[in-house]
Protein backbone atom coordinates (compact mmCIF):
# COMPACT_ATOMS: atom_id res chain seq x y z
CA UNK A 1 0.00 0.00 0.00
CA UNK A 2 1.21 3.22 -1.06
CA UNK A 3 0.57 7.00 0.62
CA UNK A 4 0.39 9.21 -1.66
CA UNK A 5 0.90 12.05 0.96
CA UNK A 6 4.06 10.62 1.85
CA UNK A 7 6.41 12.56 -0.90
CA UNK A 8 4.34 15.60 0.46
CA UNK A 9 5.46 15.05 3.74
CA UNK A 10 8.94 14.75 2.59
CA UNK A 11 9.00 17.63 0.58
CA UNK A 12 7.86 19.46 3.64
CA UNK A 13 10.62 18.01 5.97
CA UNK A 14 13.11 19.22 3.14
CA UNK A 15 12.37 22.58 3.37
CA UNK A 16 11.88 23.16 6.92
CA UNK A 17 15.24 21.87 7.37
CA UNK A 18 16.86 24.36 4.71
CA UNK A 19 14.31 26.55 6.56
CA UNK A 20 16.20 26.17 9.78
CA UNK A 21 19.19 26.03 8.50
CA UNK A 22 19.27 29.12 6.60
CA UNK A 23 18.15 30.86 9.81
CA UNK A 24 21.22 29.03 12.06
CA UNK A 25 23.24 30.38 9.66
CA UNK A 26 21.57 34.08 9.41
CA UNK A 27 22.33 34.12 13.21
CA UNK A 28 25.87 32.89 13.06
CA UNK A 29 26.37 35.81 10.09
CA UNK A 30 25.10 38.29 12.74
CA UNK A 31 26.88 37.54 15.48
CA UNK A 32 30.11 37.03 16.33
CA UNK A 33 31.63 33.27 17.70
CA UNK A 34 35.27 34.55 17.56
CA UNK A 35 36.47 36.80 20.24
CA UNK A 36 35.66 40.71 20.52
CA UNK A 37 37.66 42.57 18.14
CA UNK A 38 40.24 44.89 20.75
CA UNK A 39 38.25 47.98 20.12
CA UNK A 40 35.09 46.51 21.14
CA UNK A 41 36.19 44.84 23.95
CA UNK A 42 38.12 48.04 24.92
CA UNK A 43 35.27 50.00 24.66
CA UNK A 44 33.43 47.74 26.93
CA UNK A 45 35.89 47.52 29.72
CA UNK A 46 36.21 51.42 28.99
CA UNK A 47 32.36 51.74 29.96
CA UNK A 48 32.70 49.48 32.75
CA UNK A 49 35.03 50.89 34.60
CA UNK A 50 33.71 54.77 33.89
CA UNK A 51 30.19 53.62 35.47
CA UNK A 52 32.49 51.74 38.45
CA UNK A 53 34.44 55.10 38.80
CA UNK A 54 31.05 57.59 38.70
CA UNK A 55 29.64 55.05 41.11
CA UNK A 56 32.63 55.23 43.53
CA UNK A 57 32.45 59.02 43.62
CA UNK A 58 28.47 59.58 44.20
CA UNK A 59 28.69 57.41 47.08
CA UNK A 60 31.32 59.31 48.33
CA UNK A 61 29.83 62.66 47.62
CA UNK A 62 26.52 61.85 49.09
CA UNK A 63 25.58 63.73 51.79
CA UNK A 64 23.12 63.81 54.83
CA UNK A 65 21.57 67.34 55.65
CA UNK A 66 23.37 69.33 57.94
CA UNK A 67 26.64 66.88 57.43
CA UNK A 68 29.49 67.17 54.65
CA UNK A 69 30.04 63.72 52.71
CA UNK A 70 32.66 61.74 52.98
CA UNK A 71 34.52 62.85 49.79
CA UNK A 72 34.73 66.71 50.80
CA UNK A 73 36.08 66.04 54.44
CA UNK A 74 38.49 63.45 52.38
CA UNK A 75 39.12 66.78 50.90
CA UNK A 76 39.10 69.06 53.63
CA UNK A 77 41.30 66.90 55.67
CA UNK A 78 44.08 65.70 53.28
CA UNK A 79 47.65 67.13 54.05
CA UNK A 80 47.77 67.93 50.39
CA UNK A 81 50.96 65.64 49.85
CA UNK A 82 50.99 62.48 47.11
CA UNK A 83 49.91 58.64 48.19
CA UNK A 84 51.32 55.96 46.31
CA UNK A 85 50.19 52.15 47.05
CA UNK A 86 53.13 50.25 48.39
CA UNK A 87 50.87 46.56 48.34
CA UNK A 88 49.18 47.08 51.73
CA UNK A 89 48.08 50.41 52.18
CA UNK A 90 48.30 54.03 50.57
CA UNK A 91 51.71 55.38 51.63
CA UNK A 92 52.93 59.69 51.61
CA UNK A 93 56.09 59.51 49.19
CA UNK A 94 58.09 61.43 51.25
CA UNK A 95 57.51 59.51 54.94
CA UNK A 96 56.10 56.65 56.23
CA UNK A 97 52.07 58.45 56.80
CA UNK A 98 49.73 56.38 55.38
CA UNK A 99 46.04 57.29 54.19
CA UNK A 100 43.80 54.67 56.77
CA UNK A 101 41.42 57.22 57.71
CA UNK A 102 40.72 58.28 54.31
CA UNK A 103 36.99 56.99 52.79
CA UNK A 104 38.13 57.50 49.36
CA UNK A 105 41.56 55.46 50.10
CA UNK A 106 39.11 52.40 51.77
CA UNK A 107 36.96 52.65 48.87
CA UNK A 108 39.24 52.34 46.03
CA UNK A 109 41.34 49.36 48.55
CA UNK A 110 37.92 47.22 48.29
CA UNK A 111 36.24 47.71 45.13
CA UNK A 112 39.64 49.08 42.82
CA UNK A 113 42.69 46.88 44.66
CA UNK A 114 40.69 43.69 44.85
CA UNK A 115 39.79 43.63 41.09
CA UNK A 116 43.82 44.61 39.93
CA UNK A 117 42.42 48.01 38.43
CA UNK A 118 45.24 50.64 38.34
CA UNK A 119 43.69 54.49 39.49
CA UNK A 120 44.93 57.68 40.56
CA UNK A 121 43.30 60.74 42.29
CA UNK A 122 44.20 64.30 41.25
CA UNK A 123 42.96 67.37 42.45
CA UNK A 124 42.36 70.68 40.82
CA UNK A 125 41.10 73.73 42.51
CA UNK A 126 40.35 77.47 40.81
CA UNK A 127 43.19 79.88 41.07
CA UNK A 128 42.60 83.98 41.27
CA UNK A 129 45.62 85.60 39.67
CA UNK A 130 46.82 89.21 40.35
CA UNK A 131 44.38 90.76 37.58
CA UNK A 132 41.29 88.39 39.11
CA UNK A 133 41.01 86.39 36.37
CA UNK A 134 40.00 83.10 37.61
CA UNK A 135 42.03 79.99 36.36
CA UNK A 136 42.18 76.24 37.22
CA UNK A 137 45.15 75.01 39.14
CA UNK A 138 47.79 72.30 37.88
CA UNK A 139 46.57 69.15 39.23
CA UNK A 140 47.89 67.76 42.37
CA UNK A 141 47.65 64.14 42.60
CA UNK A 142 46.12 62.53 46.04
CA UNK A 143 46.46 59.04 45.53
CA UNK A 144 48.72 57.55 42.93
CA UNK A 145 48.60 53.59 42.15
CA UNK A 146 50.26 54.15 38.51
CA UNK A 147 50.99 56.85 36.13
CA UNK A 148 47.24 56.39 33.86
CA UNK A 149 47.90 54.41 30.23
CA UNK A 150 46.13 55.83 27.38
CA UNK A 151 43.39 53.83 27.52
CA UNK A 152 42.31 55.07 31.34
CA UNK A 153 39.15 56.66 31.84
CA UNK A 154 38.41 60.07 33.68
CA UNK A 155 35.23 60.85 36.08
CA UNK A 156 35.06 63.69 38.22
CA UNK A 157 32.50 65.19 40.95
CA UNK A 158 33.17 68.92 41.75
CA UNK A 159 33.33 69.57 45.75
CA UNK A 160 32.20 73.09 46.86
CA UNK A 161 34.42 74.58 49.93
CA UNK A 162 32.78 77.51 51.94
CA UNK A 163 34.44 79.37 54.64
CA UNK A 164 32.67 78.29 57.21
CA UNK A 165 34.40 74.35 55.93
CA UNK A 166 37.36 76.03 57.45
CA UNK A 167 40.07 75.09 54.94
CA UNK A 168 43.21 75.73 56.06
CA UNK A 169 45.16 73.32 54.30
CA UNK A 170 48.63 74.03 53.17
CA UNK A 171 47.65 73.03 49.63
CA UNK A 172 44.16 75.03 49.52
CA UNK A 173 45.07 77.72 51.89
CA UNK A 174 45.28 81.45 50.07
CA UNK A 175 42.89 80.15 47.49
CA UNK A 176 39.73 82.38 48.48
CA UNK A 177 38.20 82.94 44.89
CA UNK A 178 35.55 85.14 45.92
CA UNK A 179 36.38 87.03 49.50
CA UNK A 180 32.92 88.98 49.21
CA UNK A 181 30.70 85.76 50.24
CA UNK A 182 30.88 82.81 51.93
CA UNK A 183 32.18 80.74 48.57
CA UNK A 184 35.82 79.62 49.86
CA UNK A 185 37.21 77.24 46.17
CA UNK A 186 35.53 74.77 44.07
CA UNK A 187 37.41 71.27 43.76
CA UNK A 188 37.28 68.79 41.24
CA UNK A 189 38.01 65.24 42.60
CA UNK A 190 39.07 63.60 38.79
CA UNK A 191 39.89 59.48 39.44
CA UNK A 192 41.51 57.84 36.73
CA UNK A 193 40.92 54.34 36.03
CA UNK A 194 42.71 51.48 33.85
CA UNK A 195 43.38 48.16 33.37
CA UNK A 196 46.85 46.42 33.92
Not at 18 to 42: C, G, K, Q
Not at 99 to 126: C, E, F, M, T
Amino acid sequence: MFDEKAQLHTLEGVAAATLILLVIIYAIDATSITPLTSSTSNAHVESELMTMGQDILNTLDYEEPGYNSQLKNDILNWDGCEYKWNGENYVETVSTNTLNNSSIAIKLKQILINQGIAHRVDVVYLLTNTNNITDKSEPVTMINKEIPSENAVVVSRKIVLQNTDNPINNWIKNNDIDTSSNLYNIIDVRLFLWRI
